[in-house]
């Protein structure tokens, strides 16, 4: 049959479909979307307040891109003297977060980190405590309901749209 054209004739029908859908591109920069709560950004999110020291992030991160050191405090208590993560070579695996036992470390959902100099993705105790950065729910679903919903449309979202199925 689909030497009679009517593979042909599929095509077509297909690009005329795409061709009054309704739009899923946008005017980027200008125009930005919500990526998934739960996206894993090229940042992180650190709460000194909840960290033991316990260096288990440090230990698990495959990089070795986390640098932590820590003091003793008066009796079996550490303090986090420094913490800072090479995030130029991060794969944002989120390993690091995943084991952190105490819910101090979180992944931030920005994707715009691009810089001049690798030594600018460095980031310290003060990048990694900043209030600005909002954390993402990756690893941390209870944060889900704070975070607006995803607009960056998803593969399945478009074949629904314009092909009408799941695949
Ligand atoms: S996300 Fe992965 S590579 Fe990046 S700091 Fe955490 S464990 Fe290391
Ligand atoms: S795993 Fe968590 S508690 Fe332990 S040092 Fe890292 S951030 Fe702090």
């Not at 125009?31 to 020291?53: I, M, N, P, Y």
């Not at 008066?74 to 420094?82: F, L, T």
């Amino acid at each position: 049959m689909e030497g009679t054209g009517l593979g042909i004739a599929k095509g077509m029908a297909l690009t005329l479909k795409h061709l009054f859908r309704k739009k899923i591109t946008t005017q980027y920069p200008e125009h930005k979307l919500e990526v998934s709560r739960r996206a894993r950004g090229q940042q992180f999110v650190w709460r000194a307040d909840l960290c033991t020291g316990c260096a288990t992030c440090a230990k698990s991160c495959p990089h070795g891109i986390i640098h932590i050191e820590t003091s003793k405090n008066g009796g079996n208590k550490y303090i986090v003297d420094k913490i800072e993560f090479d995030i130029g070579r991060c794969m944002f695996c989120g390993l690091c977060v995943e084991v952190c036992p105490y819910n101090a470390l979180y992944m931030g959902r920005a994707y715009e980190q691009g810089r001049y100099s690798r030594r600018l993705l460095w980031a310290d105790r003060e990048t990694l405590m900043d209030p600005n950065i909002q954390p993402s729910a990756y690893g941390h679903p209870e944060l889900e309901p704070q975070i607006p919903e995803q607009t960056l449309l998803v593969y399945d979202q478009i074949c629904k749209e314009t092909v009408g199925k799941d695949d």
